[in-house]
C-alpha cells in the first residue's frame, strides 16, 4: 500500500511540476494552433496517462512518455477538428448548392405561373381584369381598389368574387 502510495504522489508530483512549466502545454499548442484546443489535450492526456499508467514498465522514462501521450492527443484531436472543418464546408457548400438549384427552379416555376395566370386573366372581361390586377399585382386593398376605379366597395368585393369564379372555371 505504502509503494501505491508513493508511485500515485509521485505521479501528481510530475504531472504538478511538467504543468506549471506549462512543457505539454507547449506541445499541444505547437501541433493544435488553439489555446483552448491545447489545454484540453494537456487535460485528457493527465487523465490517460493515469489510467494508463500501470502499463508503463519503465517508470523512469514517465515524462518522455507523458510528453508522447500530449503528443500522440494533439495530433488526434488537430485531425478531428481538421475533419470537422472539412464536413463543415461540405455541408455549407452543399446546402448553398441546393439553395442555388432550389432558387432557380422556384423563379422558373414563378415565371410559368405568372404566365400561365397572365393568360388567364387576360380572357377576362375588362372591368374583372382590372380587379384582379389591382388586387393581385399591385397589392392595393379593396378600399383602394373602391377608390381608384371611382366605384363603391361592394362592387369591388362583386367583381373580385365574379373574376375569381371565372378564373377557376378556366382551370
Known sequence: MQNK?????????ILHEEYNSNKLYIIALSITKDSYLAEDVVQDSFIKMKEKYHKLEDKEKLKPW???????????????????????????????EVCLKNSVEEIIDQKVNEEFANQLISKLEPQFRQV???RYKK??????IAQDLNISLG??????????????KYL
Open 66 to 96: 507523458l510528453k508522447k501521450i500530449v503528443r500522440n492527443t494533439a495530433i488526434n484531436v488537430y485531425i478531428q477538428q481538421k475533419k470537422m472543418r472539412e464536413r463543415l464546408v461540405f455541408d455549407y457548400n452543399l446546402e448553398n
Open 155 to 168: 362592387t369591388v368585393k362583386s367583381r373580385l368574387n365574379r373574376s375569381l369564379f371565372k378564373l377557376k
Open 5 to 13: 502510495l508513493n508511485i500515485t504522489e509521485q505521479l501528481e508530483y
Open 139 to 144: 397589392d392595393l386593398t379593396l378600399n383602394e
Open 132 to 134: 384582379i390586377i389591382l
